[in-house]
């Protein structure tokens, strides 16, 4: 709400002073607290708010400024909103283009356990995020030699993410490894992935026939993409085939009709062309902008 208003006034500094407020609230809060639950609930809106500060100082274009708050943003643990917290200061310090402070805010433990283990495999998100920006195709320099590629680094937050993460970010994971191929000037293979992916949301139990399994052998990690993601496709997912068919085809526009079919109609491959209608079958209903028609 506070960053609606400001876009509203069209004033950032009218909506960094909202979360300051609300930051003061929060910690008077905090104080009156008498149950270590709530103080932990308020210590952690206090993060989120001062992420959002951060963000507003960016979008202002105060880059600098950003760079000083952040500083003063420091999460310890391995806990689940500690892990929640280092990602969101992650993900500003790479809007802001700083790689090397954007993986210092995860500190690993030496001891293997399931809360290092996420804390691994968010640093390794925001390692293939920079990747995809920065290293997106193959080696082609000296630099590059020593630094994995964006669809390498994916490759690996996916067999970190295997018994860790949930379905729905496993298909985080999976579309951007797709992303990062388009980048690398695989298209085809980046299209083959996104239509298992949307396959397999639309068929959790049924989709890994044995040509399914043949296919996950010879792609490796992408073989299994999106299983278990349950009946419902992301947008985004929808959104980057398909771009991929805009890339690959000129029959662009009976590509996405059909994918609107097979999505609205459950995969059952029935009417819902248009993408405005109830689903049959298991679907749901879904707009012509989600096919980007």
Known sequence: MVRL????????????????????????????????????????????????VANALVEMGDLQGAARHLRTLKVEGH??????????????????????????????????????????LARQIVLALS???????????????????????????????????????????????????????RINEARALLERLIDDSLHPASSFDEEGAERGSEKGAGGRAGRGAGGGVEKATLFNLC????????????????LAGRVVGGGGGGGGGEGDGEANGGGTERGLVDFKL
């Open 243 to 258: 771009t991929i068919y805009e890339l690959s085809t000129e029959r662009a526009r009976d590509a996405k009709l059909a």
């Open 131 to 185: 990747a995809t920006a920065a290293n997106p195709t193959s080696s082609s320099s000296a630099a590059a030699t020593t630094a994995p590629t964006a669809e390498e680094a994916w490759s690996t937050a996916l067999n970190l993410s295997a018994s860790t993460s949930s379905p729905e970010q496993q298909t985080f994971i999976h579309t951007n490894r797709a992303v990062a191929l388009v980048y690398a000037g």
């Open 79 to 120: 806990g689940e909103g500690e892990v929640r917290a280092q990602m969101r200061l992650a993900l500003v310090y790479l809007r802001l283009g700083d790689r090397d402070a954007a993986l210092q805010c995860f500190t690993p433990q030496p001891t293997a356990t399931e809360q290092d283990a996420s804390v691994e």
């Open 5 to 52: 208003q400001a876009l509203g006034f069209g004033d950032a500094r009218r909506g960094i002073v909202g979360f300051y407020e609300l930051a003061r609230e929060a910690r008077v809060e905090c104080m009156r607290s008498t149950s270590p639950k709530e103080k932990l609930l308020w210590k952690e809106r206090l993060r989120e708010l001062g992420v959002h």
